[in-house]
Nanobody, 113 residues
Framework: QVQLVESGGGLVQPGGSLRLSCAAS????????MGWYRQAPGKERELVAI???????NYANSVKGRFTISRDDAKNAVYLQMNSLKPEDTAVYYC???????WGQGTQVTVSS
């Protein structure tokens, strides 16, 4: 059974940082492209960042230069380092196995003073 479990969300002030983690189990993690998506209230789920199995990355324009996606195949984990956070980054963030289509349950990120 495939499971993706996110952690690391929370409340942070504008300009602050958070690091999200996604732990995968039940899947051959190292061969899959992985992604982070987010969904704000009343909005559609949108792509934040993707990392391929070879380590190539792609980011939404709104987070370029502020967010960094990375992976550790030995730990079956993917990370999202979020810096210079803005109130508009507030959303539920989801880990996604792009290759197989699995989703995590999401972790809430709230950016507010």
């Amino acid at each position: 059974q495939v499971q993706l479990v996110e952690s690391g969300g929370g409340l942070v002030q504008p300009g602050g940082s958070l690091r999200l983690s996604c732990a995968a189990s039940g899947v051959i993690f190292s061969i899959n492209a992985m992604g982070w998506y987010r969904q704000a209230p009343g909005k559609e789920r949108e792509l934040v960042a993707i990392i391929t199995r070879s380590g190539n990355t792609n980011y939404a324009n709104s987070v370029k230069g502020r967010f960094t996606i990375s992976r550790d195949d030995a730990k079956n984990a993917v990370y999202l380092q979020m810096n210079s956070l803005k109130p508009e980054d507030t959303a539920v963030y989801y880990c996604h196995d792009v290759s197989l289509g699995y989703w995590g349950q999401g972790t809430q990120v709230t950016v507010s003073s």
